[in-house]
């Protein structure tokens, strides 16, 4: 990923907290037949190696665990983004010399894939995932909350997805590369659109 020094994020405590804000990651491997890509629900294990290892699952059919990828697989955390308006820059009525861009967070995590299954494992997985999503709800549900054997039906038709980080690169493209009037322009106008408060609560200024 292109990141210039402006935009790149280089705190593992900031990544990893980029990482939680937005837990749904395309997970990327490539093949001889070209790259596989699957949106996953995955959680990060901080306390698992130097830079910490995810964890997700997959549905036993997706082609994607039984083909034979080549190097490391790649997880793909895209955070808010919105598309970002020259009509906002105080810098237009100044010079014109404007163009629009896009605003948004990622972080791409690289590392060595395992594919397993075993009951326990997948429990364990499956567990971590719902308790992770449902902690901060009234009445949180758990995995103890369905009958066993549905339970178990359920995982005979998954496989669990281990991928220790051994690469982070993540990256902040919020205006920093604006100046102060612009940057402010930028932030009004995303709260004045409506729809994208959460980017224009990321822009300094």
């Given amino acids: 990923m292109y990141n210039p020094p402006a935009f790149a994020v280089a705190d593992l405590i900031e990544i990893r907290a980029m990482i939680r804000a937005c837990p ?83 972080v791409q995590a690289r590392g060595p894939v395992e594919f397993f299954e075993g009951t326990a494992r997948l429990l364990d997985v499956v567990s971590r995932l719902t308790d992770l999503h449902e902690k901060d709800r009234a009445t949180a549900w758990s995995v103890t909350d369905a009958p066993e054997a549905y339970v178990a039906g359920q995982l005979r038709g998954i496989v669990g997805l281990r991928m220790p980080i051994t690469a982070l690169t993540a990256k902040r493209k919020m205006s920093q590369n604006r100046n102060q009037a612009d940057r402010a322009g930028v932030k009004q106008g995303l709260s004045d659109s409506g729809q994208a408060a959460d980017v224009a609560a990321l822009i300094e200024g």
């Fill in 24 to 106: 749904l990651a395309n997970f990327v491997t490539a093949t001889a037949d070209g790259p596989i890509a699957t949106p996953l629900p995955m959680f990060l294990d901080e306390s698992e190696g130097e830079m910490g290892t995810l964890y997700a699952h997959l549905a036993k059919p997706n082609p994607q665990w039984k083909t034979q990828a080549f190097g490391d697989g790649l997880a793909i955390f895209m955070g808010p983004d919105a598309y970002v308006s020259p009509a906002w820059y105080a810098s237009k009525a100044e010079h014109g010399r404007v163009v629009p861009t896009w605003n948004y967070m990622t």
